[in-house]
């Protein structure tokens, strides 16, 4: 019997499980040293690539200069928040702000709103057209921006939408509705048909089982859907540079652009508003970021 | 009867029942089912609104020559009529097999490929080995784990910006590779560096959410399992062959069917990384982006037609993928 395993830095080897029943001379999952070393080293490389450029990123903003990030040895000695008082108190940063809110919070809303009981549905019921309308939802996951950009911009336009948050609002919601549909139906099939089937026997009808039962569960859910709605069109490029036009309306991720014109680059203030941009948003996702993860494996892998 | 959990009996085909006459069969549906049409109503109407009402629009875009010269507008108080004319497939034969379709069509395509296939494979190779070493009992792991997710907690657009400061001409990763006595390449300048940077900046962005997703379909297989291999004689390799592979199945597959879409609709990192100063590194996306709106006249039809090829491309390859997943998993259970 060869149940003891020499040790490896083979990651097969690393997988297996932490409980080692007590007879063996190494359990598994128990590594020599060498293999330990290794895996601390690795991973110890891996953090360090994680994090430069953010590091960096903090670093470069505190120099006053906008050349200072090809002489950043030089912000040693002159480090300083002047950077960011400027752009706190100088720039559009507020406005910026107030339209990448407005815009990502509209989304979320609408979003979680209208898909939530499309979600209950395709969790719990099978009507025909089932099939169909989960494969459209999938297939509007990989529209990429290209096939509705130049559509949009002339609806938008016809409409006099272009250049108002209504606009990139609706723009999102293309994305952001079928998606949280997507994701909730993943969570709403975590939560036990046995509470449906209470509500039913209590004389609910399945508008008051999904409200009065299933919506209050669903919770986490739903926060799930609306910050994967948040982030993804806070951070959305191409729309937002094409149909934001008015330099108070950018979001941030247009407005960061418009430090570096053609004629000056202000490096520096781009820094330091990127950091300021990047603290909360990194902030929220660390609290979120295991619920993250499951909402969307649940919803791709039971599809 | 309506049934709010029908799933128990309608989950699998053969558990249904024979089905009844046709007329018969429209009146119950109507009346079983109104709940979840009702209830699937906002989102169709969402769907239909926001996306194939553009969507047909876009269609018939690439069937006429529009672009920003011959488009309706309106300047001041004065309305401009849109002069554009159908032109039928002419747009989708011009990119296809134009005089110019290699340049600007067929390299993009064979460098998103490209693109997509190193992307996805460095994402998921990356993310399955540090997936492997976080799923260890090792000291730390947790502030292991807080750091290499990093990249995916940051905004795309700011991290960017960070690399763009990182890898410029004289940043700091010349200056440290001339300091190791290194060739310094021009890595936003250089067609092959360019491309070579998009790839590791997106590396860098991609890998997070992979080893994330992983590590939780490696946590999901049973531990058993392994005993059980592990009895039965099999070596490191062969556990992790017949039993974390085939545990990581589920999880996979989804995961790099997302990446796959993902990264192949990647717009951000390039668009960011170079704006409009590398023809050549863009992949399809940003080139239909920088056909519509980064070049005068705006060519609106062509920029359409581009994205409805890149929908039929994305469209067919997950058919295929699913059909070939399918096929797998009915070979596994034989």
Redesign the interface.
Known sequence: ???T?AP?K??????????A?PRRVRG????GRAA?LA??G??TV??L???F??A??VY?SLGPDKND??H?ERIWSKMTFDNYAFVLQHTQFFDWLKSSLIVSLGTTVIGVM??A??G?????????GYRK?MW?L??????????????????L??LQLVDSYLGLI??Y??TA??YC?WLLKGYFDTIP?EI??A??VDGL???G??FRLILPLARPGLAVAGFYSF?TA?????FAS?FMLSDTKYT??VG??SFVSEHDAQ?HL??AT??L??IP??AF??LV?KN???G??AG??KG | MTVAIDRATGKRRGDRTPRPGLGRRLKDGYQKHWYAYAMIAPVAVVIGVLVLYPLGYGLYLTLTDANSLNTGRTIGVNEIEATYEFIGLDNYADILWGPTAYDRFWSHFIWTIVWTAVCVGLHFFIGLGLALLLNQNLRGRTFYRLILVLPWAVPTFVTVFGWRFMLADAGIVNSALDWLHLPTPAWLEDTFWQRFSAIMVNTWCGVPFMMVSLLGGLQSIDNSLYEAAEMDGANAWQRFRFVTLPGLRSVSSTVVLLGIIWTFNQFAVIFLLFGNTAPDAQILVTWAYHLGFGQQPRDFAQSAAYGILLLAILIVFTSFYRRWLNRNEQQLAN
């Open positions: 019997m060869s149940t395993t490896t083979a990651p097969a080897e690393q997988v297996t499980a932490s409980t029943p598994r999952g128990e590594r330990s895996s601390h690795v991973l891996a953090s690539i994680a994090l450029p953010v960096w990123l470069l990030y090809l950043p209208v898909a009981t499309t209950y549905a395709v969790s719990r019921m099978r009507f025909p309308l459209v999938l297939v509007t996951q990989m529209f990429p921006i290209a096939v509705l950009i130049v559509p949009m911009y002339q609806i336009s016809e609706l723009v919601c293309s509705v079928p549909a048909f449906d089937e509500g039913r009808n399945p508008f089982t999904f982030i806070f951070g959305e490029v191409a094409t941030f991720a960061l652009q490096r781009m820094a990127a950091v941009v990047a948003v990194s996702f660390y970021q993250l993860v499951t969307l494996t791709g892998t």
